[in-house]
């Protein structure tokens, strides 16, 4: 069976993601010995985003905080779905890893850490639970992480931009029973967070992609009125904003969305 790397990485059934992943270390050192682009670093996130509960993912982000580009990708590709001769790599190299609440996601990342280890000294920090676009921030700024306490002192200070964000009436933030809610209880101040990981099953009727398929809120917002808020995904990387006035759900995607962000961007003069 093979593997394919797509773009939102590897996705599929956690059960078979997790008979790659050691092999998935391996490549992913292969990958920044040969890449000269990618200058001995890469950042990766273990998630299927919407996805159910059952499936799982990885994508692979470079140096900049961007995704790696094809090339790169297919050679990913190519080293785990081939036999290949383990050569140690002595080169100096880093790997930020982080994940998202699925159960296997534990068992994902010690296996992708044991193919690491298999065949370099890599630097491998562990970012723990955080959301994709918090990977990406990590990954552009990779330069000024070292260990696991720099990477604390980032996530703080972009929750520290949250916190002090002006917010009139209090909005819900539907975390679809994922990692949103992990960094988001410690910060919620200005947000009532609502299907939280430890109280939902992941993507089950609740998140950004629940609400634009049925257009229906999560069952504990359906006796509330005259309230607004946004639904995330898995991982945090899609927001939907809605409105709930005289019991009628509004919307707010698309071009609705890019209005919001550029009247908020002109407030704070961006």
Same mark, same amino acid.
Request: with cysteine; proline share 1%; aromatic share 8%.
């Given at each position: 069976?093979?593997?394919?790397? #797509?773009?939102?990485?590897?996705?599929?059934?956690? !059960?078979?993601? /997790?008979?790659?992943?050691?092999?998935?270390? !391996?490549?992913?050192?292969?990958?920044?010995?040969?890449?000269?682009?990618?200058?001995?670093?890469?950042?990766? /996130?273990?998630?299927?985003?919407?996805?159910? !509960?059952?499936?799982?993912?990885?994508?692979?982000?470079?140096?900049?905080?961007?995704?790696?580009?094809?090339?790169?990708?297919?050679?990913?590709?190519?080293?785990?779905?081939?036999?290949?001769?383990?050569?140690?790599?002595? =080169?100096?190299?880093?790997?930020?890893?982080?994940?998202?609440?699925? %159960?296997?996601?534990?068992?994902?990342?010690?296996?992708?850490?044991?193919?690491? %280890?298999?065949?370099? =000294?890599?630097?491998?920090?562990?970012?723990?639970?955080?959301?994709?676009?918090?990977?990406?921030?990590?990954?552009?700024?990779?330069?000024?992480?070292?260990?696991?306490?720099?990477?604390?002192?980032?996530?703080?200070?972009?929750?520290?931009?949250?916190?002090?964000?002006?917010?009139?009436?209090?909005?819900?933030?539907?975390?679809?029973?994922?990692?949103?809610?992990?960094?988001?209880?410690?910060?919620?101040?200005?947000?009532?967070?609502?299907?939280?990981?430890?109280?939902?099953?992941?993507?089950?009727?609740?998140?950004?992609?629940?609400?634009?398929?049925?257009?229906?809120?999560?069952?504990?917002?359906?006796?509330?009125?005259?309230?607004? #808020?946004?639904?995330?995904?898995?991982?945090?990387?899609?927001?939907?904003?809605?409105? %709930?006035?005289? =019991?009628?759900?509004?919307?707010?995607? #698309?071009?609705?969305?890019?209005?919001?962000?550029?009247?908020?961007?002109?407030?704070?003069?961006?």
């Amino acid at each position: 069976m093979v593997l394919n790397y #797509g773009t939102s990485g590897f996705r599929c059934d956690s !059960e078979k993601l /997790i008979n790659y992943s050691e092999k998935i270390g !391996e490549a992913l050192i292969n990958l920044m010995d040969k890449s000269k682009n990618i200058k001995g670093f890469l950042s990766i /996130i273990i998630t299927a985003s919407h996805n159910p !509960e059952h499936d799982n993912g990885i994508k692979v982000i470079n140096n900049k905080g961007k995704m790696i580009n094809s090339i790169q990708s297919k050679y990913l590709e190519y080293y785990i779905n081939s036999k290949n001769k383990k050569i140690f790599i002595k =080169n100096k190299l880093k790997i930020i890893i982080g994940r998202d609440t699925r %159960k296997s996601g534990e068992k994902i990342f010690n296996l992708i850490i044991k193919g690491i %280890k298999n065949v370099s =000294n890599c630097n491998i920090i562990h970012a723990g639970y955080v959301t994709t676009p918090i990977m990406h921030y990590l990954a552009k700024n990779h330069n000024n992480i070292n260990n696991q306490k720099d990477i604390q002192k980032f996530i703080d200070k972009y929750s520290y931009q949250i916190i002090h964000t002006s917010i009139k009436n209090t909005p819900y933030v539907d975390c679809s029973g994922g990692v949103a809610s992990k960094i988001l209880e410690k910060i919620n101040n200005n947000f009532k967070v609502i299907c939280k990981s430890e109280e939902n099953i992941l993507n089950h009727n609740c998140g950004s992609d629940y609400l634009m398929t049925h257009k229906k809120l999560p069952d504990i917002l359906n006796n509330k009125n005259n309230i607004y #808020g946004c639904s995330l995904d898995g991982d945090a990387d899609r927001s939907v904003f809605w409105m %709930k006035n005289k =019991n009628k759900l509004f919307i707010l995607d #698309g071009d609705y969305q890019l209005v919001l962000w550029s009247l908020f961007l002109k407030k704070k003069n961006i």
